[in-house]
């Protein structure tokens, strides 16, 4: 029988303690870093190929890109797009360019424009006409050739033309931005008036108010106008041109109707004539007339406006408003009665995207006038808005 | 004796500062003042006085400058009789003068221009319109009081009308005068007088 070898309890401690550490050595080794998550194309590709064959992918990876597929990741590759030159936009949009403000199809369209003869009333404020792309479903109206109207219908020759100021209210004044536009039909003797707003509504005097004719020394009549019914009330202070027959010409200043019983009361300065005649006109134009017009603004007196209608083949006006806190000057086209301003021809300080000068000719040789609006934004000075009845000046030129 | 004049002198004191029964006005005055000036703050029972209408255009604009305007006084009538008014010079009536009333206040309306270039305003910033002429008829003690206001109370007639016309809303304020029953210096003048003779009835007996 072999003998039996048998370890010392000192050599079995040392197996055991290396043993020992051995094991412990092998627990520390380094953690080894995880695999690195797929990018969206390699799980592109593992999902198609998995698509194909399951077995040609590993499980761990399908599992780690259906979870990230889950997630909202997306793993279509996005085709490269073909590069897209440059637009040509002069090509496409002529009122992209530096020559836009002297084209007509560049600063309409405007609400007020209507075929010859009238139209529906527009329906907008002025503020809100001026910025052309905000209207475009009337750029059709817009041709070649036509010279646009401002944003209350233009005047017929020989027909009643007004201007005027609508505020809410009494006073006949509001802030600017509170101020609208309309225009105003005078009755010739001057017994009743009718204001006819942006938004198609009307207001109408009282019938029949009582007049007085009061004397100034200024070339001016003024008239007072009352009347009043059970519960409505208005009245009309003005300076105003008589004809031979008594009947109104010219007016200017207040007007103002409303309720007495709580109902809405609205007042307003006006400028109103009866637009010059179709034959005055053509005598103007066939003598190549100049004919200047001055007088105060009435919304703001102290306001004077200065304004120049060269007749001829290609009627024009300029004009300069001088006020203690401001002054701006403005140019365009006369059509017919009819004035409008032109954009490109405001001062350096009006914002000509946000401002007109709108008005008509009106009265006849001897007793002429320009009846106007200005709905301009100054830089400094903000929103001016005003009427105003200019009489014509010592006249410069051959008269018809 | 004592008692009239004592009541008189209270009456002088206590006179208490104008204030107009105007009507109630949809306007709120924003400008300038039109007011009633009375020529006494006291006048006897059956005298005559007059009353001007001035207008204060200080804020208004124009000053010195030319208004129009319509307004309306009201007074009880048992307490003054109203004789006449006379424009200052240079204004001119529009309107009236128009006689009405308002439950047991008379009223009278007028409507005045200014459109002459005369400037009822001038550089003080003020102006007489007219005058009224009163005749007082309430008993001794009574206090009278004379209101003015716009006649138009909704939108307000006052313009400025140079070089346009333009509305302003002056504050009105009306008057207030005290009756009195006879002067005082004529009381005791009357008294002194009885005195006298009283005293030279009772000499002429004694000497008799």
């Known amino acids: 029988m072999a003998p039996v070898t048998r370890r010392s309890p000192t050599t079995l401690a040392s197996i055991i303690a290396l043993a020992v550490v051995a ?7 380094p953690v080894r870093a995880a695999p690195a998550a797929p990018t969206a194309a390699e799980c592109a590709q593992v999902l198609e190929r998995w698509a194909v064959d399951p077995k040609a992918v590993v499980k761990s990876l399908v599992d780690q890109c259906k979870t990230m597929a889950a997630a909202g990741e997306s793993f279509a590759p996005t085709p490269a797009l073909p590069a897209v030159p440059p637009m040509d936009l002069a090509a496409l949009d002529p009122c992209s360019t530096g020559s836009a403000a002297n084209n007509v199809l560049c600063w309409g369209p405007w609400a007020g424009l209507s075929p010859a003869g009238g139209g529906a009333a527009p329906t907008v404020a002025a503020s809100e006409l001026r910025l052309p792309d905000e209207r475009p479903e009337l750029a059709d109206q817009l041709t070649p050739g036509v010279d646009p109207v401002g944003p209350l219908v233009s005047c017929a020759p020989g027909t009643p033309c007004g201007f005027a100021t609508v505020v809410a209210g009494p006073t006949s004044s ?9 225009r105003i039909d005078l009755a010739a003797d001057g017994k009743s008036f009718v204001i006819r707003r942006l938004d198609g509504s009307v207001i109408a005097s009282v019938p029949a108010m009582g007049t007085v004719f009061l004397p100034r020394n200024d070339g001016y009549d003024g008239l007072r106008a009352t009347g009043r019914t059970d519960d409505e009330q208005s009245r ?7 004809g031979d027959d008594g009947e109104i010409i010219l007016a200017a200043d207040i007007w103002g109707h409303g309720s007495r019983t709580g109902g809405p009361v609205n007042s307003g300065y006006f400028a109103w004539g009866v637009a010059t005649s179709q034959a005055g006109l053509d005598a103007l134009n066939a003598g190549n007339v100049s004919a200047t017009f001055t007088g105060p603004m009435s919304v703001d007196n102290a306001t004077t406006a200065t304004m120049t209608l060269n007749f001829g083949s290609n009627p024009n006006w300029s004009g300069t408003w001088v006020n203690p806190a401001y002054a701006f000057s403005a140019g365009g086209t006369v059509t017919g009665a009819d004035l409008i301003s032109t954009p490109g021809q405001f001062s350096a300080n009006v914002v000509a995207g946000e401002s007109l000068v709108q008005g008509a000719l009106v009265g006849e040789a001897g007793n002429r006038g320009v009846a106007h609006l200005i709905d301009v934004t100054l830089a400094g000075q903000g ?4 009427v105003g009845l200019l009489r014509e000046v010592a006249p410069a030129g051959p008269q018809p | 004796m004592k008692r009239f004049i004592a009541r008189t002198a209270l009456l002088l004191l206590t006179l208490p500062a104008a204030v107009g ?11 300038g003042s039109v007011y009633l000036q009375p020529s006494s703050p006291t006048v006897g029972t059956g005298a005559s006085f007059t009353v001007a209408v001035v207008l204060n255009a200080t804020g208004v604009g124009n000053v010195p400058g030319a208004y129009d305007g319509q307004f309306v006084i009201d007074f009880d009538p048992i307490e003054l009789r109203f004789d006449a008014f006379a424009l200052a010079p240079g204004v001119s009536f529009f309107s009236g003068p128009a006689t009405g009333s308002a439950g047991s206040r008379q009223t009278i309306t007028i409507g005045f221009i200014d459109s002459t270039g005369a400037n009822v305003i001038d550089g003080t910033g003020t102006g007489s319109i007219g005058r009224f002429s009163f005749t007082a008829l309430a008993t001794p003690g009574t206090i009278a009081t004379i209101g003015i206001a716009d006649a138009d109370d909704l939108f307000g007639s006052f313009v400025s009308n140079a070089p346009t016309y333009q509305p302003f809303y002056p504050a009105f304020q009306g008057a207030q005068v005290g009756v009195i029953p006879v002067p005082a210096a004529g009381l005791l003048l009357a008294s002194a007088l009885g005195g006298l003779g009283l005293r030279r009835r009772r000499g002429a007996t004694a000497s008799a």
């Open chain 1, 236 to 242: 009309l202070i003005a300076r105003v041109v008589r």
């Open chain 2, 21 to 31: 029964t105007a009507q109630a006005s949809l306007i709120v005055p924003t400008e």
């Open chain 1, 383 to 386: 929103l001016v808005r005003d």
């Open chain 1, 23 to 29: 094991w412990v050595l092998g627990s520390l080794q």
């Open chain 1, 174 to 182: 509001d802030a600017p931005a509170a101020t609208e536009f309309a």
